[in-house]
């Protein structure tokens, strides 16, 4: 119950394409969905998060879509540069809970 | 910059061998986490501190242990180390349990 699965494993979009990665949960606690990026060799940073009180959420290219219902949550990259190759991870947890919980992360490869 | 430091960097040390691994938290953060990377694979959660005391603990060998400090800073000691203890091991800290974790940059392990 404390899984977090995401899909695919691994993506390779053309340069101006959308990337989808998607994640899905089964613990209805969890209240805070963020979205981590990791580069080679570094550690994993946050791009962008979501409360399960919005169904959308959006920064630059970036989107989160969140689907309460369904337990589902995605990550859109709107117009992907090869600059955005990079694993990433997303993320489930209760607020001022003691569960944080990762999926096992989506290694995006963009074609210039 | 997460804010969030890791010493060393770069650990290159041989089998059966004991090392320590050492974070100091964002300013402000009371919860140290400890995760496990290894080539191509995900994060794998280890241990979690909050204020000084063990809050969870994961996947962490019985050949691991980590203390948190009274000043918040928390070390991470590996012993009688075997090749496959080669990793990135990196540090996370948040507000709280269940807040947005920021990462470290990391320490590279390389057992030979």
């Known amino acids: 119950q404390q899984q977090v699965k995401q899909s695919p494993q691994s993506l390779i979009v053309q340069k101006g394409g959308i990337s989808i990665i998607n994640c899905a949960y089964e613990?209805?606690?969890?209240?805070?969905f963020p979205w981590y990026q990791q580069f080679p060799g570094k550690g994993p940073a946050l791009l962008i998060a979501?409360?399960?009180?919005?169904s959308e959420k959006k920064e630059g290219r970036f989107t989160i879509s969140f689907n309460k219902s369904a337990k589902q949550f995605s990550l859109h990259i709107m117009d992907s540069q090869p600059g955005d190759s990079a694993t990433y991870f997303c993320?489930?947890?209760?607020?001022?809970?003691?569960?944080?919980?990762f999926g096992p992360g989506t290694r995006l490869s963009v074609l210039p | 910059d997460s804010g969030v430091t890791q010493t060393p960097k770069h650990l290159i040390t041989a089998t059966g061998q004991r090392v320590t691994l050492r974070c100091s938290p964002r300013?402000?953060?009371?919860?140290v986490y400890w995760y496990q990377q290894s080539l191509d694979q995900g994060l794998q959660f280890l241990i979690q501190?909050?204020?000084?005391?063990?809050?969870a603990k994961g996947n962490i060998l019985e050949r691991f242990s980590a203390q948190q400090f009274p000043d918040l800073h928390s070390e991470l000691n590996l012993s009688s180390l075997e090749l496959g203890d080669s990793a990135l091991y990196f540090c996370?800290?948040?507000?709280?349990?269940?807040?947005?974790?920021?990462f470290g940059p990391g320490t590279r392990l390389l057992v030979l």
């Open positions: 996370a800290s948040s507000v709280d349990s269940g807040a947005t974790q920021y």
């Open positions: 300013s402000g953060d009371l919860s």
């Open positions: 501190y909050y204020n000084g005391e063990e809050r």
């Open positions: 979501i409360r399960p009180d919005v």
């Open positions: 993320a489930a947890s209760m607020n001022y809970g003691q569960n944080f919980v």
């Open positions: 613990n209805t606690a969890f209240d805070y």
